[in-house]
């Protein structure tokens, strides 16, 4: 269960003996032997494979909120796991001994698609979640448990860069439910000078799958001083969203922490975030969030229409829930968008480790 065979890669008829994989726009050119810039592709034989099917740095039940998705089965606990491996190379990863990992060791749990979807099941989670690190690099692990939880009623989710070549970007998000993407920054020289990759790819992404598919989408861009937090960025950012996806899809912004190869930098300020969220918000953008920061204004999911408080959040804890059971404001009927049951979850904001192999059949 270590490797597997993967679809999407060619050969470069310019040298021969290397290959093409066509996963993501990097197109690393790779030798026999070679792995990509995100480690955990190579080529082996020949072909290009993933080398680490089947294997994870852990698995954690955690809150849905969490991931971030404010409209996605709110209060509800989902099965999240991770392997090794990015295809980005972003100086400020906070989950760098995972993304960046060139360990095997670090992926010392493993657990087959059946297993990661009883074990959802068994455990209540209503839905898996593909974190941590980018599940576009672990793409055919993670679509088979995708199908392997719709065949037990579990949702997908996924937390994704978007970073991913328009062929497989159609065969993964249609197995998924939901996903967060993260919009990095609108700079190409950021994502050029921080990231190691380019902005373009990402906002196709998004574009896709916020127009061609039913999947539920919400974004979350990383607000770090003087990289990516300027007004000039953000006004762009908003007209943007605003004028290729609407105003329903919802916006996070969340605070930065300093890690791995920018230790340098300063924590973004909670006036940064609010002046963020004000600014989405004069462009009309309904739904806008902070993060990483406790900020009740910024948790709450206010109707679009009478601006009453709808969800009321503390943290990951539900504190109001004020939706009908058909998802509109009792005060003024407006709908919520969103994936939404009756009732919220429970889960509160619990973090549980656990082991898929031990649950039974």
């Known amino acids: ?35 990509g810039l995100c480690f955990v592709r190579g080529n082996v034989e020949g072909e290009i494979q993933l080398l680490s099917y089947g294997r994870s ?37 906070q989950n760098w001994d995972i993304s960046k990992s ?12 059946d297993q ?19 599940p576009i690099v672990f793409y055919e692990y993670a679509l088979d448990v995708a199908q392997a939880s719709r065949e037990q009623g579990i949702k997908n989710v996924a937390v994704t860069a978007g970073y991913i070549c328009e062929e497989p970007r159609a065969h993964f998000f249609a197995a998924m439910d939901a996903v967060n993407i993260d919009l990095k920054s609108f700079s190409e020289r950021f994502y050029h000078k921080i990231c190691g990759g380019h902005l373009q790819p990402v906002l196709d992404t998004i574009e896709y799958v916020g127009k061609e598919t039913n999947v539920w989408l919400e974004l979350t861009t990383l607000l770090i001083p003087d990289e990516n937090d300027s007004d000039e960025e953000l006004h762009q950012l908003c007209q943007w969203l605003r004028e290729h996806l609407g105003t329903d899809v919802p916006l996070h912004f969340s ?48 109707c679009s229409g ?34 939404f049951e009756a009732e919220p979850g429970g889960w509160g904001a619990k973090r549980q480790v656990i082991r898929p192999a031990e649950f039974g059949h």
Not at 271 to 297: E, M, P, S, W
């Open 116 to 134: 990661l979807s009883l074990a959802a099941k068994q455990s209540g989670c209503r839905s898996i979640a593909y974190t941590y690190n980018d």
């Open 57 to 93: 740095s852990g698995f954690c039940i955690d809150p849905i909120e969490k991931k971030p998705l404010n409209h996605f089965l709110p209060g509800t606990p989902v099965l999240s796991f991770g392997t090794a491996g990015c295809n980005l190379a972003c100086k400020f990863c």
């Open 255 to 302: 605070g930065f922490h300093p890690d791995w190869k920018m230790k340098d930098k300063p924590r973004t300020p909670l006036g940064t975030l609010v002046r963020a969220r004000d600014i989405a918000l004069q462009y009309g953008l309904k739904f806008v969030y902070t993060g990483n920061v406790h900020d009740q204004a910024g948790d709450t999911t206010f």
């Open 1 to 35: 269960m270590a490797q597997v065979a993967t679809d999407f890669w060619q050969p470069v008829r310019s040298h021969p003996g290397k290959i093409q994989c066509d996963l993501c726009p990097r197109y690393c050119h790779l030798s026999e032997g070679q792995r």
């Open 102 to 113: 060139k360990q095997m060791d670090t992926l010392a749990s493993a657990a087959s698609p």
């Open 306 to 339: 009478c601006h009453q408080p709808l969800i009321v959040r503390d943290w990951y804890h539900l504190v109001a829930w004020r939706l009908t059971p058909e998802g509109t404001c009792p005060n003024c009927d407006t709908p919520l968008p969103g994936k």
